[in-house]
């Protein structure tokens, strides 16, 4: 007996929520097609592919629930959806997935690191003579008009999803993992394959696609426009100990309407330890922050939006932490901040100051160089990192590039001839994993720099490749591959700042961009980053469910390097997601 029928207008419907049956209607469907899955509870033990623009239709989240007992050997995904081109303008979706709880089963242990357990990743390439049937890719690399609705991720035992190149919406998600054994960050989005539509040198158009996350930082922002992965209307749960999400590889995400339960909110990577870039950039606002621990890293690399969210009572009364890591760690891939990185815009010349450690507090935290006249060169205020390196201390060692030679650490202050230093991972550890150690007689040397590479604030920048061996270490100005390395890649670009404006703690009162909580040399009001405070005040909803705040508004700010680029936040809801519930009155024929 066949495990499907045909369905009215092209529909499949699978005969249960198997995964044999839902594979075998999948199997018969073409682009545009609704696969429909009956209600049932269900345990899937391999992964369900799916590389067509198609439909995949539940009854509805608690009506069709898949328990994943999948196999832990190389940690295989339960749903793995590979889309490579957007669908044509009459059909709505290039993919849907609705109408499903997933969970895990009790007792099982963790998915490996970095593998989720829905996995929806867009690949898109060059289209020559676009025509109706064949359209040219909306963002090249990336597919458009993705949605994600209607369902429950309830406590998966590891990532939940990762969602990859692609634009669109996940809308109507609620997502729990408060009393799984996993305790990481349940979500993750990238844009791997997003590629500027035009050459570096505006000679042509991009006919190949770049790589890694590095064309989303070499393409315009498109603040207020689809040409991002949103979340809206959608409720997270997770522990306190960790964040809702971890986005980076250029990524560029919106969260809206969105309530977080649990943890510090929303959290990012920047250009720290992996060999990709970070997150590109994100509008974050009409939020509800059920959280009461400090918030999440969200910037650590691009720019902000972040407005109108309305906070329980965060930890510490902080607002929202930049960081830049590399200002006191040498990492493998970027190496450090440390004034001779070619990643950085470096003041140039000689150093500042160079001499011998007198004395040191701890090894970490405070050194002293008594035959110093003075450090008048040094000025914690002004928006540039001053970089302490330990020329006894070797990260790399002396045969690597500049920046990844020595460990280092950036001044805090200064008190006469005395170094009040910020550091990170205060154990004697290889390099990656700590600043630099001090011991008397230690040799150093101090430099400034201008800024970090991708930095938060930083914005567009010219196109990197990445070489044979991958990797940070070995990047190049694309198109080459080798050759000279790649040096910093925002020179002559404009700044993306930071702009916050009416966020309320009910605790604290208006909460900006915590810039010194986190002690970032780099960064500077005014320039990298703007705390507006509240702009007057419209009543409006935030969270989901949604609930009334009276301390939004809709006068929104100009932005931009000098705040006179005009900001509108795009369509809610999302255009996709209008039709705001799964059909259920699909009509089942028979083909017999």
């Known amino acids: 007996m066949l495990s499907f029928v045909h369905c009215e207008a092209g529909d499949v419907n699978a005969r249960s929520p198997s995964l044999s049956d839902v594979s075998a209607a999948v199997a018969l469907a073409k682009d545009g097609d609704v696969v429909v899955v009956p209600a049932g509870a269900v345990i899937w033990t391999a992964t369900l592919n799916i590389a067509k623009n198609i439909t995949l239709l539940g009854a509805g989240e608690g009506k069709t629930v898949i328990t994943e007992n999948l196999s832990r050997s190389g940690s295989p995904p339960l749903l793995n959806v590979s889309l490579s081109h957007d669908s044509p303008a009459s059909i709505q979706y290039s993919f849907r997935l609705s109408g499903f709880t997933f969970t895990s089963p009790s007792g099982s242990t963790i998915l490996a690191s970095d593998h989720a357990f829905i996995t929806v990743r867009g690949r898109s390439t060059y289209v020559a003579s676009p025509t109706a049937a064949n359209p040219a890719p909306y963002v090249l690399g990336c597919v458009s008009r993705v949605r994600l609705d209607h369902m429950t991720l309830n406590n998966l035992n590891g990532l939940s999803l990762i969602v990859d190149s692609c634009l669109g919406v996940a809308d109507h998600i609620t997502q729990i993992t408060s009393t799984s054994k996993y305790q990481g960050y349940p979500i993750k989005v990238f844009h791997c394959n997003w590629t500027p539509t035009m050459k570096s040198d505006k000679s042509g158009p991009m006919t190949t696609l770049a790589q890694s996350g590095f064309g989303s930082w070499a393409d315009d922002p498109y603040w207020g426009t689809d040409k991002f992965w949103f979340f809206e209307d959608s409720s997270f749960t997770v522990s306190d100990s960790t964040n809702v999400c971890d986005n980076e590889v250029g990524a560029r995400v919106v969260w809206r309407?969105?309530?977080?339960?649990?943890?510090?909110?929303?959290?990012?990577?920047?250009?720290?330890?992996?060999?990709?870039?970070?997150?590109?950039?994100?509008?974050?606002?009409?939020?509800?922050y059920n959280v009461h621990r400090v918030l999440g890293q969200s910037a650590r690399s691009g720019s902000i939006l972040w407005f109108n969210n309305h906070t329980v009572a965060v930890g510490g009364g902080c607002g929202l932490p930049f960081y830049t890591y590399r200002e006191a760690n040498t990492y493998t891939n970027w190496g450090g901040a440390d004034g001779t990185d070619r990643y950085d815009n470096n003041a140039g010349g000689g150093p500042l100051y160079t001499g011998t450690v007198t004395a040191t507090s701890d090894g970490w935290g405070n050194i002293t160089d008594i035959n110093q006249a003075d450090f008048s060169l040094i000025n914690v205020n002004d928006g540039n990192l001053y970089s302490v390196n330990n020329l006894n201390d070797p990260a790399a060692g002396t045969a690597a590039d500049p920046g990844w030679k020595y460990k280092h650490a950036v001044i805090d202050s200064v008190n006469g001839k005395t170094l009040k230093l910020i550091t990170q991972g205060n154990t004697k550890a290889s390099y990656g994993a700590a600043s630099a150690h001090w011991a008397i007689g230690d040799h150093y040397e101090i430099r400034k720099v201008l800024a970090a590479y991708g930095q938060p604030g930083q914005g567009k920048g010219k196109l990197l490749n990445p070489g044979s061996t991958g990797g940070g270490y070995n990047t190049y100005f694309w198109p080459a591959t080798s050759g000279a390395k790649a040096t910093y890649p925002h020179a002559g670009c404009p700044l993306e700042p930071c702009y916050a404006w009416n966020n309320f703690d009910d605790a604290h009162g208006q909460l900006g961009f915590d810039a010194g909580g986190s002690r970032n040399g780099s960064l500077k009001a005014g320039r990298d980053y703007f705390n507006l405070g509240e702009r007057g005040s419209t009543p409006q909803r935030v969270g989901y469910p949604a609930q009334d705040f009276a301390r939004a508004t809709s006068n929104y700010p100009g932005i931009g390097p000098n705040g006179t680029t005009s900001y509108t936040p795009y369509i809610y809801p999302h255009p996709l997601a209008s039709d705001l519930s799964p059909p259920t009155d699909l009509q089942v024929v028979s083909t017999n």
């Open 257 to 288: 309407h969105c309530t977080f339960n649990g943890g510090g909110g929303l959290a990012s990577h920047g250009m720290e330890g992996r060999a990709d870039p970070g997150i590109k950039q994100s509008e974050v606002y009409n939020n509800y």
